[in-house]
């Protein structure tokens, strides 16, 4: 596919350079227009490094080939980004000062804007408007991501994730021009990890939870257009680019955190393995051996359940006027016994905590924990039969994801 990326003078320019890697690992062929302000923040050479292509801003370079014509023409799919405010309004107004604003407006195939800006400016009436104008001639014009922007502001405004944009533009081309991501728009709490509960400077109770689903989690729910935020307990893996992360240590930072953050989030999902327990005392020094060879004692504490505190919350908040409830995701690591199968004992937590829909997972020392693949089974408190995901951690992450759009998606509200 031949494509023509726009690029827009805005510190998020950056960004592009892995966009265009995804096209050309693909085997797209791309080539990059770059504006002049843009070149301030990326230079011609990285493009013409990256996409094995000259580049050029002019309408005067190579005036023989007509370039404008002809990139507007030939170009299967043009994509902008990061879309500017001054980009979006050139564009709506048709204006044809450069290279790249006159090949789109020869152009003949899908259009695709990927804005970034500060939240004034994105949410500006004029820059409504131009987006509503585009929008209404058929060019897709993707959400921002929300997030910390240039400086120490945050807000809607965001690049989005290169992975996002890839998507999307993919989806543009195979004709699904109403194409939105499943998930554009919506804030999503994710919990990863294990708690730790100290017992004194040096020691703590933990658990084997490496943060690998909840980090797949997220990556997937960010691709699927969310703005993400990372309640990372302790993860043996870094967390991914492109989420506001939250690092927790204990049980009751992890609920301050999830209560705090689920306060505008469209979904949370408790994929932390949160100690249920934590000792009755944490000794400010280090707890020594005795002399006299007694048997230390510790005792422990309930911790609160975050999860059914989230449940009882959202249930109290109800929803706002033509908007659908909270969803809360649950996760159940289960390991069966002589009382009950792994199933029995998920279908009993999905009712005690309430959640809408939860995640049973099947553990052992040697299944899950740590590992990269995943097996288990989705259970919904709307009755719907139970559903198998089964692969690795992304896949199984992508299948939980895509379920969770469905379940926002869907018209009628839930039970
Ligand atoms: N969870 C929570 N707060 C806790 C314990 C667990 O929010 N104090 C959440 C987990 O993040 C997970 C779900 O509850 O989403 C199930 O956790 P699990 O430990 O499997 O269940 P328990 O409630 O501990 O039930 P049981 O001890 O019977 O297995």
Known sequence: MRIVLGVGGGIAAYKVA????????????????????????????????????????????????????????????????????????????????????NTLLMARGPVLFA??????????????????????????????????????????????????????????VQGQSDFQLPLAGRIVTISAGGTREPLDPVRFLGNRSSGKQGVALAVAARNAGATVRLLAAHMDVPPPAGVEVVPVETALQLREAALAAAADSDVVIMSAAVADFRPTEISDTKIKKRDDHADPVITLVRNPDILRELVELRNLKGAGAGEKQQLIVGFAAETGDSQGDVLAYGEAKLHRKGCDLLVVNHVGTDKVFGQDHNSVVILARSGSGPQEATGTKTEVSAAIISRIGLELNSVSPRA
């Open 18 to 101: 892995s966009l265009l890697r995804l096209f050309t690992e693909a085997g797209h062929h791309v080539t990059v227009i770059p504006t002049e302000a843009s070149t301030r923040f990326v230079g011609t050479a990285t493009w013409e490094a990256l996409s094995g292509n000259p580049v050029s801003n002019s309408v005067f370079d190579d005036v023989h080939q007509v370039n404008h014509v002809r990139l507007g023409h030939e170009a299967d799919l043009i994509v902008v980004a990061p879309a500017t405010a001054d980009l979006l309004a050139k564009a709506a107004t048709g204006q044809a000062g450069d290279l790249l604003t």
């Open 115 to 172: 804005p970034a800006m500060h939240t004034e400016m994105w949410q500006h009436a004029a820059t409504r408007a131009n987006v509503e104008t585009l929008r209404s001639r058929g060019a897709a014009v993707l959400e921002p991501a929300t997030g910390r922007l240039t400086g120490a502001d945050s807000g809607p405004g965001r690049l989005p994730e290169p992975e996002v944009i890839y998507d999307a533009a993919m989806a543009l």
